[in-house]
Every structure is written in structure tokens, then in C-alpha cells.
């Protein structure tokens, strides 16, 4: 049998070359919900044990639109859900599909771990992102519906009254038009260079008489400028308003109509690492490049003409398959933020707990660590003592080191303000910069350079590996001697991102902590090797103590004792770790899994894994902590860390795991999987057929953890 094959299953297709996606999902029918509380199959190939990954990603954004579609969300964040969709299906165009093209002008023939070769696993995603397209934009009209009945409407520009009009042509000279570039198409001007996510018109020209109209381009300049214009209290697209003045731009030529497009293009650069002298120029100059890449998606609006559709179609070298027929609007990741001051149609406003941790009579962060560690559960905790952190390191007289990773650092300055003022006063900084970070590239560089000019040691990584790891070491000279702090956290150092995601945070000072970080930062800076205690590493140790930690549970319940594993993670897509729950469950170990993306791993199969349960938790905050917990024969141990079971994390990024020591800490988090293990607000159960379907109730994981610190 294929060691992707179901157990007793016929491993041949139901007809001969007929790509395995066109195999009915099982579907229950009856007990289905309606089609917004259950998404379609993430099952490609009947007949695998593994779930398709991009259909699996497509469900999860499924799950996203679903929120969007929600009316127990205030509007205003229904519209950041349906913008988030929007983002979350450009970048899986721009990588995943990207991706795919690439294997297929690579002539790959291997197949996907469901068995899926990529000629079939691209047509599975044509046909499913056509049909998800249409529905963010059902679910956009509907919300901009919605707010138009609370009096924030977004109108065309023909619905403004005469003084609104006037107003809006002032706007317009003033402010958009000395932006914009109008560019005709014609033998001596050859069609324009269409940059990536970028929104354009189409602009049709009248010529002379029984002449083929001119075609012109005028790039709408969102970015630049907002996408939605506020005129008094009408809200109008850009596109729209330069659409209505368009023949400002064509003095003396007749317009015969504007249509709104857009570009989507391969943004997966690689680049031979290992023959880059200069690692950073390298980077700079695959951003560069990234911008040439080619294009993957043509989207326009459904009324253009089927001769400028084909045109564009034809200059992008695009199949008709990857063209997209919207009825708009275009772009809905731009609409993330409307420019309306209404708290009402919005959630709540939350503070975050922020626990003094000065010690007693002020006596420091560090004298409190002494006394025992501190564990924080973001957003629900503040962000502010993991900054507080470094920036006292920064001013303290006996803190003599600071090393610490970044791999995304946001744009608030205190974090960078402290290691270069550390840098300045002669401590010794190292600064580990991931310039692979997949769309921070530019900020790491800028960083890499500030701190460099302050003084840090600045390193780019290791070769062939992205550091992905949350770390940070401080070296402080105290009375007995030189002591370790350490930062462990499961989520990225910026304070932005901290307010929207949900992560773990620990600050120690236990000295065996201290001496594996120690140990990181020694391998990570000099290739120096490394043995650590607590710690779990990727790519060196991470794999083979998870597996070690499974088995474990594998031979407790075999001896009858109560076995179980608790994982929380953001994705599943390793074949291995895959196999190693499979093993586990079928040896008797309770498993429960919570994945807010991407899960290739198959439930409730009889034989072989009708012992796991799988579900997506989804709500106000994005769940990004990684939490793995174990039974351990009645003592349970619970790890924390960066990494997602995905091949990429586990073999080619730097990765850190650590245990939780302390017994009262071990108990809080085991109290938080369980909790949100009973949401039933934001929760999904991935079913046996592939499908996703949404948990009925109103108790929401996020809304308690938010409230329990209201009320401390």
C-alpha cells in the first residue's frame, strides 16, 4: 500500500488521467449546514491520508470570509474581515500559486503528499479562487450595505449634490490629479510596466474615423494616496473620483470609457544564498527583482470589453484561466481601514493587563525575575514589560551584554531606541537580523544599518536557514557572580502585532534557560557546536524530541496509562509530524489539535485516526501561540516556542522550544488550551470528508481571557 494511502483503501482513481480534485467530497447531507458554516473539502484525493495544502489554506481564509459574513460582529470589523481575505488571497497568489507555476515551467512531475501532481493541484486552485473572489466581494457589498443603513456610505461619484461635486473637483486638482501619470499605448510607446497588487484604468481613446480606439493606462496611486476619499460625509473610491475627471488628463481627446483592472505577480524570489559575498546586497537586489516578477493574476471588472480584457490578457502572457471577471470593487485589502470615527461600529475598546514588575521598592525587572519567572499571554497581557525589558538592560550599569533575534520588528521605535542606546553605551549588542523575512526585508535592512551605525554586532543569520526564533539574552554583572535573563516568546518583536495576536511571552531567570540561550547565540554567531538541556532547536533537536515526546505518550498508553497530546499550532503540513500523530493514535494517545490555518492531517479515519480531533479557532485576535502539551504518565509537561509543524520550520529555520518549569505556569497554560477548547464562538471542527464546520454556541476563548483581566 503507498504510504499515503488510506487504510483498505483502492489507491487507483475512479478514471484513468482524471486529476484526483474532481472526486466528489463526502458529504453528509443530512446533517450539512448552510454553505457560509461549512467550508468546501480541503480533500483532493480520496484515496490519501494526507489533506490537500492549498485547498486546506483556501478553506482557512473560508473561515476568515465567514466572520466577515458574521452580523454579531460590529460592521466595521466584518470590513476588516472581508479585507483580510482580500490580503490573505493576494499573498496566496503572489507565493503558493506562484509557487506552482514556477514547478510547472520547471517540467516538476513529483507529486504533492496527497498525491497531486502541480498541473492538477493548479487547476483544484483556479476553480476554487474564482468562486471565493466572488463571494469576498458578496460579503463586501453586503457589509458596505450595512454601513450605509448606519450613515457611513460609500457612494459614486454621480450620487454627490452640486456643492459636494465642486468640492470633490477641488479635491481632485489639488490633491490627486498632480500625482497621476496618464501613458497611451502606441508604437512608440510600449505598454507600461504593471507592478504588483496594482489598481489601474483602462482608458479607451476615440481616434479618427473608422480608426481602432487609442488604449491608455493611468495608474490609481493607492499607497500613495488613500484609497477612499472623504468628501463632508460621502466616502468615495479613488479609482472612482479619477475615473469622473478622467478627461482632465486627455485635453483635447475624446474618452470613450475607463475600466478598473488589476495585477497580482510571482513575489517568490530565491536566491543562491551560499554563492552571496555580500548577503545583504543580495537581498536588496532580489527586492528588486521581486518587482519584475511575473504576473499570476489579471483581475477586471465584469463589463470590460472582451477586446481590452484580451489585450491586457495577452501583455501579461496570462491563460484565460487566470483572468478574473469581478463585479468590484478591486482590491478589497485596501478597504482595511475606512477614514470614519465611529467606536460604535467597531469592537469594544480593550486595555491590556500591564503588571508592575519593578520588584519591591523599585528595585528592578531583574529583581523580580530572581524571585521566580514571569509568563504573559498577549494581547490579554501588554506587550510593554517585553520592551520594558530591554530598555532597562539598555540603561542598567551591570548589564554588560544584550543578544537578542529579530525577524519581524514593526515600525515603533522603542525596541530599536534601546539596543542602539545600549550599543552607544558600550555593552555589547548582537543583533541577529532576518533579512529573509518575507515582506520585511526592507525594514530589516534599515535596521541592520541603524544598529550597525550605533555600534551592535550585527549578524545576517546562518546560511541556508531563516532565523525564526523569538529570543533574547541579557548578561547582567550581579553580586555572585555573572546571571542570564532570558525572553522566550512564541510571537514576533513588534508591539503592533502584539495588540492584534495572541502569543506567550516568558521572562526568566532560571539558569539553565540562561546557559541553552547562551548556547544558541554562541551556535547562531560563531557555528560554535551546541548541547542544550531545555531547550528543543530547529533545525537540530526540534524534530526528534517531538517525535521522542509522541512516542512517549505512544508507549504510556500501550501500558494502559492515560496518554495524551495537546498541540497548538498556526500549521500542520509535515509528512513526518503527520505520521508521528497517526502512530500515536493508533497506539491509543488522545489527541487534540488546534490549527488556525493549515492542516494536512486527516481525522476520524477508522484505523487510523479516529483518535484526533482537529478544530480552528478564529475571533477578534489572530491565535498565533505554539503550545505543545503532553500527559507524561499524570505529570504533564508543556512546551512553548516559534515553530509550526511545517517542514520549513522544523529543517530550514532556526526554531526555539522551551519547557515551562514552573508547575504554576504549566497549569495556566493547560488552563488556556482549555478554554479554548470549549469556544464555540470562533471555533471550526474539521470533519473526516475535509470539510470545516462551524461550532454553534456564544462562548468565546478570546472574550474570557479579555474579561478575566478587565476584572483583575
Avoid at 478589497?332 to 470614519?340: E, K, S
Avoid at 533575534?405 to 537580523?433: F, S
Avoid at 477578534?620 to 512546551?639: C, D, K, M, Q, S
Wanted: aromatic share 6%; glycine share 8%.
Amino acid at each position: 500500500m503507498p504510504v499515503n494511502a488510506l487504510p483498505n483503501a483502492d489507491a487507483s482513481h475512479s478514471s484513468a488521467g482524471e486529476p484526483a480534485g474532481h472526486q466528489p467530497p463526502a458529504v453528509n447531507k443530512a446533517t450539512q449546514k448552510p454553505d457560509h458554516l461549512r467550508t468546501h473539502s480541503t480533500v483532493a484525493n480520496t484515496q490519501s491520508r494526507f489533506l490537500n495544502r492549498e485547498l486546506s489554506w483556501l478553506a482557512f481564509n473560508e473561515r476568515v470570509l465567514a466572520e466577515a459574513r458574521d452580523r454579531r460582529n460590529p460592521p466595521l470589523e466584518r470590513l476588516k474581515y472581508a479585507a483580510i481575505c482580500g490580503s490573505n488571497l493576494d499573498e496566496f497568489f503572489m507565493v503558493r500559486v506562484a509557487g506552482v507555476h514556477r514547478q510547472i515551467a520547471a517540467r516538476v512531475n513529483i507529486p504533492s503528499p496527497d498525491g497531486l501532481l502541480p498541473r492538477e493541484t493548479l487547476s483544484l486552485i483556479r476553480e476554487r479562487t474564482h468562486g471565493m473572489l466572488r463571494e469576498i466581494e458578496k460579503a463586501t457589498r453586503r457589509v458596505l450595505r450595512d454601513l450605509a443603513a448606519e450613515g457611513v456610505k460609500l457612494l459614486p461619484v454621480s450620487e454627490l449634490g452640486k456643492q459636494a461635486r465642486a468640492q470633490l473637483r477641488e479635491h481632485y486638482l489639488t490633491e490627486i490629479q498632480p500625482v497621476l501619470t496618464p501613458l497611451i499605448v502606441d508604437p512608440s510607446h510600449p505598454f507600461p510596466y504593471l507592478s504588483n497588487l496594482s489598481l489601474n484604468l483602462a482608458v479607451l481613446l476615440g481616434a479618427g474615423e473608422g480608426e481602432e480606439p487609442d488604449f491608455a493606462r493611468v495608474k490609481v496611486p493607492v499607497g500613495v494616496l488613500p484609497r477612499v476619499v472623504a468628501v463632508g460625509d460621502a466616502l468615495l473610491l479613488l479609482e472612482d473620483v479619477i475615473a469622473a475627471h478622467i478627461g482632465d488628463l486627455f485635453k483635447g481627446r475624446r474618452v470613450l470609457a475607463t475600466h478598473a483592472f488589476r495585477v497580482t505577480r510571482n513575489t517568490d524570489y530565491e536566491f543562491e544564498e551560499e554563492e552571496a559575498e555580500d548577503l545583504l546586497a543580495t537581498i536588496e537586489d532580489g527586492l528588486r527583482r521581486r518587482r519584475f516578477g511575473s504576473a499570476v493574476r489579471l483581475e477586471v471588472i465584469r463589463d470590460t470589453p472582451r477586446e481590452i480584457v484580451t489585450f491586457l490578457q495577452e501583455k501579461l502572457r496570462l491563460s484565460a484561466e487566470d483572468v478574473f471577471l469581478l463585479d468590484g470593487p478591486l482590491g478589497t485589502a485596501n478597504l482595511m481601514g475606512l477614514p470614519v470615527r465611529r467606536p460604535d461600529l467597531r469592537f469594544p475598546d480593550f486595555t491590556p493587563a500591564s503588571p508592575d514588575l519593578d520588584g519591591e521598592d523599585d528595585g528592578g525587572m531583574f529583581e523580580t525575575l530572581r524571585l521566580g519567572d514571569v509568563i504573559m499571554h498577549h494581547p490579554y497581557d501588554s506587550f510593554v514589560n517585553v520592551l520594558n525589558f530591554v530598555e532597562e538592560a539598555s540603561r542598567d550599569p551591570q548589564v554588560l551584554a544584550i543578544k537578542q533575534t529579530l525577524y519581524r520588528t514593526g515600525d515603533d521605535p522603542r525596541l530599536l531606541d534601546a539596543l542602539r542606546a545600549a550599543a552607544e553605551n558600550g555593552k555589547q549588542v548582537v543583533a541577529l537580523i532576518e533579512l529573509k523575512a518575507r515582506f520585511d526585508e526592507q525594514r530589516n535592512i534599515s535596521w541592520a544599518r541603524k544598529l550597525e551605525r550605533a555600534g551592535a554586532h550585527v549578524v545576517y543569520g546562518v546560511p541556508g536557514l531563516k532565523t525564526h526564533a523569538k529570543v533574547t539574552l541579557i548578561v547582567r554583572r550581579e553580586a555572585g557572580g555573572l546571571r542570564r535573563y532570558v525572553h522566550i516568546g512564541t510571537g514576533n518583536y513588534n508591539p503592533k502585532t502584539a495588540r492584534l495576536y495572541t502569543d506567550l511571552s516568558l521572562l526568566s531567570a532560571d539558569a539553565g534557560l540562561g546557559a541553552d540561550v547562551a548556547e544558541l547565540f554562541n551556535h547562531l554567531t560563531g557555528y560554535a557546536e551546541a548541547q542544550y538541556e531545555h531547550l528543543l532547536v530547529a533545525p537540530d533537536t526540534a524534530r526528534r524530541g517531538f517525535e521522542a515526546l509522541l512516542d512517549r505518550e505512544a508507549d504510556h498508553a500501550r501500558a494502559g496509562l492515560d496518554a495524551w497530546a495537546r498541540i497548538k499550532v498556526n500549521s500542520l503540513t509535515d509528512p513526518d509530524m503527520i505520521e508521528a500523530l497517526y502512530r500515536a493514535a493508533a497506539a491509543g494517545v488522545r489527541i487534540e489539535l488546534v490549527l488556525r490555518g493549515v492542516c494536512c492531517l486527516r481525522p476520524g479515519v477508522s484505523g487510523l485516526s479516529e483518535n484526533i480531533r482537529v478544530r480552528s479557532l478564529l475571533g477578534r485576535y489572530l491565535e498565533h501561540a505554539r503550545i505543545y502539551a503532553f500527559g507524561n504518565g499524570g505529570t504533564p509537561e508543556v512546551y512553548f516556542g516559534s515553530a509550526d509543524w511545517m517542514s520549513r520550520n522544523l529543517d530550514r529555520r532556526v526554531e526555539v522550544v522551551a519547557p515551562l518549569l514552573d508547575d504554576r505556569h504549566r497549569d495556566q497554560v493547560l488552563a488556556i488550551m482549555d478554554t479554548e477548547w470549549a469556544d464555540t464562538r470562533g471555533s471550526w471542527e474539521l470533519c473526516t470528508d475535509g470539510e470545516y464546520e462551524k461550532l454553534a454556541g456564544e462562548f468565546s476563548a478570546q472574550q474570557a481571557f479579555a474579561a478575566a483581566r478587565s476584572a483583575g
